[in-house]
């Protein structure tokens, strides 16, 4: 306790610093090494030494409402320091949590001392009083006694709680900056005649000048809330006779006093409580509860009560590190307080003794029971004593730490973060969590949960920033896992945090992760849709594209259709199975380029990579068919969705990101307008859809693009807008083959295709003239093939192959004004014309001479004879190749199918010849 002169306080105050403040830094002393003699005649040695030092305004109780607002500044000062900037997520290790154990040390020494000075606790009691004067102060004598006037003691001391019998000790303060020490060191001689001069001490500072800077090291700034510039006066002498003051005075002063007062007190409680007799005698002299008045705390205990003096025993025995004789009196003091049913102090006794046998490490079974006892006593006193019950149950946790218990340790975290006050509750419970990661094997979902109800408890409190922590690193435990409840609700909060915290890209993120939430009631889906919209409206760039899965595109059911060298001319010809064509083709198409190649000592080197593409023709519609389903149960608007494309162009003309902007189909916001792209002068076309899905619909949609200039095309994705507000884009998962045909046990990253090259290539279009639906078996129809060329470039080697050569036969150009084939006519002399008929052929030869030109029209006579009856389906396949080879595509092909139904006549006439015998 210090009691100072305002003339002392004033020459502290020009290094920014009160008198306990620049004694505070050497309080502690780490080698003291004093020889103490309590209890026993065998003395010990004192290694370690803390000393306290408090203004004897400040030695009260902490009202509840300064001590949670001091907590709350500690917490506020934790998010501004510590959070900002750091990768949350990634933070779900042990040693990414040492930062926030170390604000959480700080927020423990904080609430521990809001606890001090209590009525029935002697442990924050004052030993010894500091009673400090200016040399510059008129009449020392009379100040010092002016000093120790009852009014300026603390009110604890006055209600008696606490003993004013205490170690005093005189202290003259000298400013050198006033002058030489002659006055100090006179003021001194002049005490002799009243004062002991062994309790008497002279400090001396300030001896460099206000303007000189600060020559020492800032100490005391951990000391300071403020930031201001401390120690500015002070020399290294100063210093030094500041820390062997501090030393002496726990050496020569306070220890020895302490070590008297303990083996006075011992002798005393010896003498009255201890042997059979004694306990016998309490025990039947007992005072009755009518003896002292009830308070919330239990009976009124004095200092000079017998109770109280064992209680001062037992806490300087503990702070002399005798553990051993603070057991001892604990334990005899306890068996008093319960039998009073002085509650408070009876779980203040089992909570000190719990320390002392955890320190002692003698039976931890009984130091577990004494603070679960203290514990659970503190929460029967009340409400204000819940504080106290959580005090013991960080004591009880540490204790459970250093064992390397670290699942009981979270235990009793969480069985405080529970019954305390939400701010605290949350600390707590992030602290349990913590416990938990430090598991050996580590708890992971445990660790996670505890997260997610910290994060609820800081967020009840408007602590967003810690909140944010909380959940972010339980996020790194939940993802991916497949719990999808509580998963959303941890994204749920992320988004909503981050928004309130400025964060719009991560809330946009973290909401984004919830759209497809198929799990959820309808009612939550659209709550969650539109914070996710709102928080979509908040984006700095309002026409970003985000990766949203909302509405679903199943990636095993997206292909594309597009036409290279097979063309088709109806969608039924498209339906038909490759391998059919392919074995209708034989014979129509060319062999494939180079022999084989039987070895692989015949293949030669090439260091030339092989380009992983399949080739289409620019002019011509590229179709790219998915599947789109709502995965909620509420109705969703999809606008302009259509694909995403990357473009190289012939003639090395690479178009570069700047200007794939135009390419990769960035709409505009308000979806009014079309893009750029479908223009005519635009080297590629693009068509797009716009449609609306109910809950939980599927549908098919096809999505088309028109190259119109030579390059390479790659299908990147899709894109479109959702509910008119937000721009969203999926890319397509497309991987390259792999170069090994084995399985592998691990997926292996491949890089992605090529899809497409382009070049100009014509198209035909052909159709059947005059092909009846229905015909009579062995009827003969001419039939009328069409063959258009829309395209500019000209076509030559055109050939004709049909499934049905006995169907379909192949006429001549002078047969288009016929009714019926020439070989059909008869002669004059009865014979038919000596005329061939390929019958038996399947494939037509169009005259070599036979050159379609660019947007020309070509007709051909065909005969269909219905040989039998029945529905009759044929194929037929076009062969034609370009007059200019300038494409890697040689020929083209186009394929084509046809139905006749064949019907029986009502008179089938047959008739044959037999030799007639005589």
């Known amino acids: 306790m210090v009691l100072a002169s305002p003339r002392a306080e004033a020459a502290c105050r020009k290094n920014n610093l009160g008198f306990v403040d620049l004694l505070r830094p050497f309080c502690f002393l780490d080698r003291v090494n004093v020889p103490v003699r309590t209890a026993s005649e065998t003395p010990y040695r004192l290694q370690e030494f803390r000393l306290r030092l408090f203004y004897a305004s400040e030695i009260r109780a902490t009202p509840i409402e300064l001590a949670e607002q001091q907590l709350l500044d500690v917490v506020n000062e934790a998010a501004l320091d510590e959070i900002q900037g750091d990768d949350l997520r990634a933070q779900s290790s042990i040693e990414s949590s040492e930062s926030t154990l170390s604000w959480f040390q700080k927020y423990s020494t904080a609430f521990a001392r809001t606890l001090a000075f209590s009525e029935h606790e002697a442990f924050d009691h004052p030993v010894a009083c500091l009673l400090v004067v200016s040399s510059n102060d008129e009449n020392p004598l009379d100040v010092f006694a002016s000093l120790s006037d009852v009014t300026n003691l603390p009110s604890l001391l006055k209600d008696g709680a606490m003993d004013p019998r205490i170690l005093r000790h005189y202290v003259v303060l000298h400013d050198n900056q006033d002058g030489p020490s002659d006055r100090a060191n006179e003021m001194l001689q002049n005490f002799a005649g009243t004062l002991d001069v062994n309790d008497c001490s002279l400090i001396r500072i300030n001896s460099s000048p206000l303007d000189n800077g600060s020559p020492v090291e800032d100490i005391w700034n951990m000391q300071i809330s403020d930031n201001l510039k401390t120690g500015c006066c002070l020399q290294i002498n100063d210093v030094d006779e500041i820390q062997r003051f501090v030393i002496d005075l726990c050496q020569k002063h306070i220890i020895p006093y302490m070590e008297q007062k303990v083996r006075y007190l011992n002798q005393q409680v010896a003498a009255t409580r201890r042997g059979l007799k004694n306990q016998l005698k309490n025990l039947w002299w007992r005072k009755k509860d009518s003896e002292y008045p009830d308070t919330p705390s239990g009976n009124v205990y004095t200092y000079n009560s017998v109770e109280s003096q064992i209680r001062v025993l037992a806490d300087y025995s503990f702070m002399l590190q005798d553990y051993d004789l603070a057991v001892s009196n604990y334990r005899l003091l306890s068996s ?139 996020s790194a435990v939940y993802d991916g896992q497949g719990w999808n409840f509580i998963g959303d609700h941890v994204n749920v909060y992320l988004g909503r945090i981050s928004l309130l915290l400025g964060k719009v890209d991560a809330a946009v993120q973290h909401f984004m992760n919830i759209m497809a939430c198929s799990h959820q009631s309808a009612p939550t889906q659209a709550q969650f849709l539109k914070e996710f919209l709102n928080a979509v ?129 960035r709409f505009p916001l308000n979806f009014s307008s079309r893009c750029a792209l479908c223009s005519e002068n635009s080297s590629l076309i693009l068509s797009n859809e716009s449609f609306s899905l109910k809950g939980g619909e599927e549908v098919e949609v096809c999505l088309k693009t028109k190259p119109i200039e030579e390059g390479l ?18 890319d397509f998962p497309v991987q390259g ?75 001549e150009q002078g047969d288009l004004d016929l009714e019926f084939p020439n070989c059909l006519e008869m002669r004059n002399d009865g014979q038919p014309k000596d005329i061939q008929c390929e019958h038996g052929s399947s494939i037509f030869h169009f005259p070599e001479k036979t050159f379609l030109e660019g947007v020309s029209t070509f007709l051909w006579p065909l005969w269909l004879h219905a040989s039998h009856d029945g529905k009759v389906s044929f194929k037929t396949v076009l062969y034609f190749e370009p007059c200019e080879d300038t494409t890697s595509l040689k020929y083209r092909t186009l394929r084509m199918v046809h139905s006749v139904q064949v019907k029986l006549t009502s008179c089938y006439l047959d008739f044959f010849c037999l030799p007639l015998c005589f």
């Open 336 to 474: 008093d307080y319960k039998a009073d049913r002085a509650l408070k102090r009876y779980a203040g006794v089992m909570e000190m003794l719990g320390i002392c046998l955890c320190l002692l490490d003698q039976s931890r079974k009984e130091a577990d029971n004494s603070l679960e006892t203290a514990y659970i006593t503190y929460q029967t006193c009340g409400p204000p004593s819940i504080r106290y019950a959580t005090r013991t149950a960080l004591w009880w946790a540490e204790v459970h730490k250093t064992r390397a218990q670290y699942s009981e340790a979270a235990s009793v975290l969480f069985r405080a973060g529970t019954e305390d006050a939400t701010l605290r509750a949350g600390v707590l419970l992030e602290q349990s969590a913590y416990c938990f990661l430090r598991c050996v094997p580590p708890m992971l979902r445990k660790y996670g949960f505890h997260l997610v109800l910290a994060g609820i408890r800081y967020h009840m409190s408007s602590q967003r920033k810690h909140a944010l922590r909380a959940y972010s690193r339980a």
């Open 537 to 665: 409206q908040n984006l700095e760039t309002k026409d970003e594209v985000l990766r949203v899965r909302l509405p679903a595109i199943s990636s095993d059911d997206v292909y594309v259709r597009f036409e290279d060298h097979r063309t088709y001319a109806s969608a039924m010809a498209a339906s038909v199975p490759e391998a059919e064509w392919a074995l209708l083709e034989e014979e129509l198409v060319p062999p494939s380029s180079g022999a084989p190649i039987t070895t692989w000592l015949d293949a030669g080197k090439s260091n030339k990579k092989i380009q992983d593409f399949n080739v289409c023709v620019s002019g011509e519609d590229v179709c790219v068919f998915l599947k789109v389903s709502n995965p909620l149960q509420i109705s969703i608007e999809v606008f302009l969705m259509e694909l995403i494309c990357d473009v190289t162009y012939r003639l090395c003309r690479t178009r570069r990101d700047d200007e794939l902007k135009t390419v990769c189909c």
């Open 713 to 730: 095309l790659q299908v990147v994705g899709v894109k479109w807008g959702l509910c008119g507000i937000v721009q969203c884009r999926y």
């Open 737 to 811: 083959k792999s170069k090994s045909s084995k399985p592998r046990k691990s997926k292996i990253d491949v890089p992605f295709h090529k899809r497409l090259k382009f070049n100009h290539m014509p198209r035909l279009e052909i159709s059947m003239h005059e092909l009846p639906p229905k015909i009579n078996r062995g009827e003969v129809r001419r039939v009328v093939l069409e063959i258009q060329n829309p395209s500019q470039a000209s076509i030559k080697n055109i050939k004709l192959k049909t499934s049905h050569p006995a169907f379909l036969m192949f006429g």
